[in-house]
Nanobody
């Protein structure tokens, strides 16, 4: 049974940083591509970043390039999202998700397991 649990969200001032973690429970974590998505109030869920099973390939949405970094530690069954230079528009619930696709993917429909989400709030 696969389970994903996010942590690390909170309230931060504009320009600040947060690191989100997503702990995986199950088997063969390194086989799975992992992704981060977010959903702001009144908006659809959107892709943020994705990383291949080995960590060798990553993909980002344009609005976070240069500010966010996705990484993983397969020994700890954990994927991270380091968020720097946060802005108000980054405010959202952040979800991690898992796909059996080999390469990083942006489409949420390819992700089969999701965490419960963690709130990130960036104040002006």
């Amino acid at each position: 049974q696969v389970q994903l649990v996010e942590s690390g969200g909170g309230l931060v001032q504009s320009g600040g940083s947060l690191r989100l973690s997503c702990a995986f429970s199950g088997r063969s974590f390194s086989r799975y591509t992992m992704g981060w998505f977010r959903q702001a109030p009144g908006k659809e869920r959107e892709f943020v970043a994705s990383i291949s099973g080995s960590g060798g390939r990553t993909l980002y949405t344009d609005s976070v390039k240069g500010r966010f970094t996705i990484s993983r530690d397969n020994a700890k069954n954990t994927v991270y999202l380091q968020m720097n230079s946060l802005i108000f528009e980054d405010t959202a619930v952040y979800y991690c998700a898992l796909t059996s696709e080999v390469l990083p993917f942006t489409a949420s429909t390819y992700y089969s397991y999701w965490g419960q989400g963690t709130q990130v709030t960036v104040s002006l």
